[in-house]
């Protein structure tokens, strides 16, 4: 019994199903603490109480997973890791979110696994094979089938505007970043990697929070704000992304993009347990879609092909 689920918590495909799950309780909470806390004073709060969560962890393999000697490179993939995944992509989306509708933010940012599976053509001159594009087909269909609610016609009164362009090159940024972590988690493990990325995020983060602060005040504070930071600090920004770190170093970021799509399946799911938002029956089409691109776009091919299936699992925490 311990070994299987041993071997359940080490698989990269468990933890990338969890991700999203997480992430998307990121949309329901957030929704809520960005009606009081700008763009960056969000941001900020939920990765300061993420980088205190990881630090001591951090201290502890510190010793054994020293990056000092390591070459400048690595330490330029980390800073990169830090201002794309954390600062840059978050910052955008939030802002794009005060100026856009969720309509337009969930369809645009739909694009993202597409632009990852490209970036690592080019980057990481890895293969595009049938089972990935039909996958991704799938699931952008199942995305793109929730987000107009059933009504392809919704599609001809989106009306785009400067947000949905914030978000699209959010989009962008989140898919360089999932590439980043390819690059730098070969010298890096996935904890250490996401403690020093946030660190580098925040020395960004914070100046931006400073002058955001001083044009748009916070609201009231209340003990609601402070739990929903910590969870976002500890759930969303600790756990999802170490898993997210861990899955991409296992399975690659192609394969990882897959699930991102799964975000507005959980969302609408968890909608309807904590907000008591009934689903739809386009919320089980479009579920229905992306679950099938997910599967079939992750289905392992045969072993005979020397150039995939060759990857080792990571267990490096």
């Not at 730098?184 to 002058?211: E, K, M, Q, R």
């Not at 969303?236 to 690659?252: K, M, T």
């Not at 909608?271 to 008591?276: A, H, N, T, V």
Request: charged share 10%.
């Amino acid at each position: 019994m311990i070994a299987i689920l041993s071997k359940i918590f080490y698989s990269p495909y468990f933890a990338l199903t969890l991700v999203p799950l997480i992430w998307g309780s990121n949309f329901i909470v957030g929704k809520q603490l960005v009606l009081t806390l700008s763009p960056a004073a969000l941001t900020t709060g939920r990765f300061t109480v993420a980088f205190l969560c990881l630090l001591p962890v951090f201290l502890y393999y510190r010793k054994k997973y020293t990056i000092k000697n390591r070459a400048l490179k690595t330490w330029g993939w980390l800073i990169f890791l830090g201002i794309t995944g954390v600062f840059a992509f978050n910052t955008l989306l939030y802002t794009g979110l005060k100026q856009t509708s969720p309509v337009n933010a969930t369809l645009i940012n739909a694009l993202s696994p597409t632009l990852t599976v490209g970036l690592s053509i080019f980057v990481l001159g890895d293969k595009l094979r049938g089972k990935q594009i039909i996958g991704l087909i799938l699931s952008f269909l199942g995305v793109a089938w929730i987000t107009v609610q059933g009504q392809p016609a919704r599609l001809t009164n989106l009306d785009f505007n400067q947000g949905d362009i914030l978000i699209l090159c959010g989009a962008f940024v989140w898919a360089a970043y999932s590439i980043g972590v390819k690059k730098a988690v070969h010298t890096v493990p996935p904890i250490v990697l996401t403690t020093i990325s946030i660190f580098f995020g925040l020395l960004a983060l914070f100046p931006a929070a400073y002058i955001e602060l001083n044009f748009h005040p916070v609201g009231p504070i209340t003990w609601k704000t402070i739990i929903g930071i910590i969870y976002l600090g500890v759930f969303p920004s600790v756990i999802a992304f170490w898993l997210w770190n861990r899955g991409i170093a296992q399975v690659g970021p192609g394969k990882a993009s897959m699930f991102y799509n799964l975000i507005p399946l959980f969302t609408a799911v968890m909608s309807y347990f904590l907000l008591g938002e009934v689903p739809n029956q386009y919320h089980f089409i479009g579920g229905t879609l992306i679950l099938w691109g997910v599967i079939w776009g992750t289905r392992p091919v045969k072993r005979s092909d020397p150039k995939v299936g060759n990857q080792t699992p990571n267990k490096d925490i």
